[in-house]
């Protein structure tokens, strides 16, 4: 069985179309496949990830490109011209010290990487920037996706930008506000009966069936994953070019957790960070917590589930990065912990009231976890800590939405005001 592809052009993707790219590589078997859109192994259908002959990089010529993810486009699979290429220009968002969050938790140092200021509120506009490249140059039709949301939003907007037919897929129960956002770009919104597995299993049906279409997920996955590591070496280079002690990110597919560990690694080979130990640990949601699960069992296989929480951007019950963010948290001693839908809405609230930062459920299954390994003692609160934010909280309301509101209806008087005990 071979992969879905995508038409190419008669004579081949362009000379240095894929910058440093030189292959795709198998994280099995280290089967050696040529550039293309491939993402399962010929020899033992493993996962396929880019491989790259790096040259010489230097953290003054990264401070010297542009506020986003394309000042390190040396370390990505797209041409050293992308900048002039239509795109939405994610990436560079703030890392903001959170002192209130950290004296609440006790933790002596603690940051949170904000992605929700990308161009869709969702860290998704960096992995869609790359995958929309690698589309261009194997002459797609079509830019698609299977999506919990985010990814709808991102492909959507960054398909119209560019001027390329999209189309998206999400399961029909997701939130309203994310079925909008991604509408508004895009005629072609697919709502699919079920979960996104059952959405995912679609789309790599129709990638293997229609011709021209770049599923920026399924037949172009190596290129698209590659953007997540940009969230890696922001980190890095915006905390003085240094690498933090521990982390905690937030898992659904897992790819994010493991490109962003690739992300350090890869600078600490390039001389751009010193080499140091660090902790990562990845975050779910009781309601889909196989990542989870599989750790607290000390397991390796991932026993697929059927989600069943609010947090539906991570409600991925079968994920494809599992095993390898497994890996990665018992490597670097770190670790995968859960919490329930309650104490996701009030980890939304906690970050909003506490550093003015509104995140949707998928940034309070993290900061939740954050808080629940403080509890257990798992997570060192002396060491620096970076938590991600990967999107806004105006795409869940409704998660919250019994949780806020007036605290008091008053007549328009004095006496009125003075009642209600706020003064």
């Known amino acids: 069985m071979s992969a879905p592809t995508v038409e190419k052009t008669s004579g081949g993707t362009r000379a240095g179309a894929f910058g440093n790219a030189t292959g795709l590589s198998c994280r099995e078997c280290g089967h050696l496949v040529e550039l293309g859109p491939h993402y399962a192994c010929p020899e033992c259908f493993g996962p396929l990830e880019i491989a790259y002959d790096f040259p010489e990089v230097t953290r003054e010529q990264i401070e010297a490109g542009p506020a986003n993810i394309w000042r390190y486009k040396a370390l990505l699979p797209v041409p050293d011209d992308i900048e002039q290429s239509p795109n939405m220009e994610p990436g560079f968002t703030r890392l903001l010290r959170a002192k209130n969050l950290g004296r609440e938790l006790g933790i002596d140092n603690l940051w949170v990487k904000d992605d929700s200021t990308n161009p869709t509120n969702s860290f998704k506009d960096r992995v869609v920037a790359c995958a929309l490249s690698a589309a261009v140059e194997f002459k797609a039709k079509v830019f698609a996706c299977p999506s919990t949301g985010n990814l709808a939003n991102a492909v959507a907007a960054a398909g119209a930008r560019a001027g390329i037919k999209t189309v998206v897929f999400i399961p029909s129960n997701l939130e309203k506000p994310k079925q909008i956002n991604s509408a508004v770009?895009?005629?072609?919104?697919?709502?699919?009966?079920?979960?996104?597995?059952?959405?995912?299993?679609?789309?790599?049906?129709?990638?293997?069936?229609?011709?021209?279409?770049?599923?920026?997920?399924?037949?172009?996955?190596?290129?698209?994953?590659?953007?997540?590591?940009?969230?890696?070496?922001?980190?890095?280079?915006?905390?003085?070019?240094?690498?933090?002690?521990?982390?905690?990110?937030?898992?659904?597919?897992?790819?994010?957790?493991?490109?962003?560990?690739?992300?350090?690694?890869?600078?600490?080979?390039?001389?751009?960070?010193?080499?140091?130990?660090?902790?990562?640990?990845?975050?779910?949601?009781?309601?889909?917590?196989?990542?989870?699960?599989?750790?607290?069992?000390?397991?390796?296989?991932?026993?697929?589930?059927?989600?069943?929480?609010?947090?539906?951007?991570?409600?991925?019950?079968?994920?494809?990065?599992?095993?390898?963010?497994?890996?990665?948290?018992?490597?670097?001693?770190?670790?995968?912990?859960?919490?329930?839908?309650?104490?996701?809405?009030?980890?939304?609230?906690?970050?909003?009231?506490?550093?003015g930062i509104f995140t949707e459920t998928a940034g309070g299954t993290t900061v939740g976890v954050l808080k629940k390994l403080v509890e257990s003692g798992q997570l060192d609160t002396s060491l620096e800590t970076v938590v991600i934010n990967t999107g806004h909280g105006l795409k869940t309301l409704d998660a919250i939405a019994d949780r806020v509101g007036p605290t008091a209806t008053i007549d328009p008087s004095y006496a009125a005001f003075a009642a209600t005990g706020i003064a």
């Open 185 to 355: 770009y895009t005629d072609s919104l697919v709502a699919v009966k079920g979960n996104y597995d059952d959405v995912n299993k679609l789309a790599s049906e129709i990638a293997g069936e229609e011709e021209g279409w770049a599923f920026v997920n399924v037949n172009v996955r190596p290129y698209y994953a590659e953007g997540s590591k940009t969230l890696g070496y922001e980190i890095a280079e915006q905390l003085g070019w240094r690498l933090p002690d521990q982390l905690v990110i937030p898992v659904a597919s897992g790819s994010q957790l493991t490109k962003v560990h690739k992300a350090f690694r890869e600078l600490i080979k390039l001389g751009l960070v010193e080499d140091k130990p660090y902790k990562v640990y990845g975050a779910q949601a009781e309601g889909c917590s196989p990542v989870s699960a599989a750790y607290k069992a000390g397991v390796d296989a991932i026993r697929p589930v059927k989600p069943d929480t609010i947090a539906k951007s991570l409600a991925i019950g079968n994920p494809a990065d599992g095993i390898y963010v497994l890996d990665i948290c018992r490597e670097t001693g770190g670790g995968v912990e859960d919490v329930t839908d309650d104490q996701v809405r009030d980890a939304i609230v906690l970050l909003a009231r506490t550093e």
